[in-house]
């Protein structure tokens, strides 16, 4: 294993990555949302088809051009990222979840623009909870032996939360990165440690975001049963 160069261990298989971040409107106009570039999501779409893989890219607010190569699906919020990914993971190899995914959405939607009172305070916005499309994918897979790939950005006890975290979400694989106000988002590199549930640590020095998803890769590839006929 490794990736080197032509390499086609994906070859006869189908991948689905999300990437970028969902929005969830509060109006026509307004929405909240997150600083995901989807770059790296893109790098792992971009490498998977390199390897052989067939590709279905779940592209969230990203205004990245699409790869060569890959069916790119363009969603908006974390609801429409659930069903997506749902349809796509139905005969899916490998499903990951790149996207930074919106843990909460307005409980309302103002279809026409909200506007500002003379001598009035705003009203609130009420979030309620969005669906866990990571840990819905891991608890029901539609195929047996599919795996499946969560991210986690941390801040803080990267380690000990990104384990925490896998072990909560259900997923195969979780790639930890520490966050903060230099890193990560919108960088053309990354580093981060590749958690796996059977306990191995795979530490991935700070390169380019291709780099990453190539390793990545290596790590799903040895892990997928072999392919049926
Ligand atoms: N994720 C998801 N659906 C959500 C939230 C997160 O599928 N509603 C996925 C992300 O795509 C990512 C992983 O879960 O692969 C971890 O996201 P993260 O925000 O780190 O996890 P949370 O469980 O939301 O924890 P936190 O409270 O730290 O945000
Ligand atoms: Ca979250």
Redesign the pocket.
Known sequence: RGARAGESDLAGRHVVV?AGGTREPLDPVRYLGNRSSGKQGYALARTAAARGARVTLLAANTGLPDPAGVDVVRVGT?VQLREAALKAAADADVVV???????FRPLTYATGKIKKKDGEEPAPITLVR??????ELSADRPRPGQLVV????ETDDVLANGRA?LA??GCDLLVVNEVGERRTFGAEENEAVILATDGTETPVPHGPKDALADRIWDEVSHRLAPPTA
């Not at 979840?97 to 843990?103: E, G, L, S, Y």
């Not at 969005?130 to 840990?135: F, G, M, Q």
């Not at 969560?150 to 950005?153: K, L, N, R």
């Open positions: 999300s974390a979840m790149a996207a930074a995914v919106a843990d969005n669906p866990d499309v990571l840990a969560g991210f986690a950005a975290k909560r979400k």
